[in-house]
């Protein structure tokens, strides 16, 4: 199984990026995928999951209306789409599926494997 987090980089306050996930060495339409945060010394935190056919998603308030999770299942690539961007969202970013459920949480424990993480800098 292999996830592979990319589109992190350095954008200005109000700015957007769009972070990929693409997998392999499972059968992605099966699985539900999340997006979760890092801050430094801090706990992961979840931000948006997505069902594994992506009729359902999940988030939290704080990103409500400025993110958006979708998925490519051809593609196997699950994407985190984040606009008006804060210096608030500074963070490593992070992919991760659950391999036992094809409905998704925002629940940290229930994710299997994990991306590499890929740096986001909102900065002026």
């Known amino acids: 199984v292999q996830l592979q987090a990319s589109g992190g980089g350095l954008v200005q306050p109000g700015g957007s990026l769009r972070l990929s996930c693409a997998t392999s060495?499972?059968?992605?339409?099966?699985?539900?995928i999340a997006w979760f945060r890092q801050y430094p010394g801090k706990e992961r935190e979840g931000l948006l999951c997505?069902?594994?056919?992506?009729?359902?998603?999940d988030s939290i308030d704080s990103v409500k209306g400025r993110f958006a999770v979708s998925r490519d299942n051809a593609k196997k690539t699950v994407y985190l789409q984040m606009n008006s961007l804060e210096s608030e969202d500074t963070a490593v970013y992070y992919c991760?599926?659950?391999?036992?459920?094809?409905?998704?949480?925002?629940?940290?424990?229930?994710?299997?494997?994990w991306g590499q993480g890929t740096q986001v800098t909102v900065s002026s």
């Open positions: 060495g499972f059968p992605f339409e099966e699985h539900a």
């Open positions: 991760a599926i659950d391999r036992r459920r094809r409905r998704c949480s925002l629940l940290e424990e229930r994710y299997d494997y």
């Open positions: 997505i069902s594994s056919g992506g009729d359902s998603t």
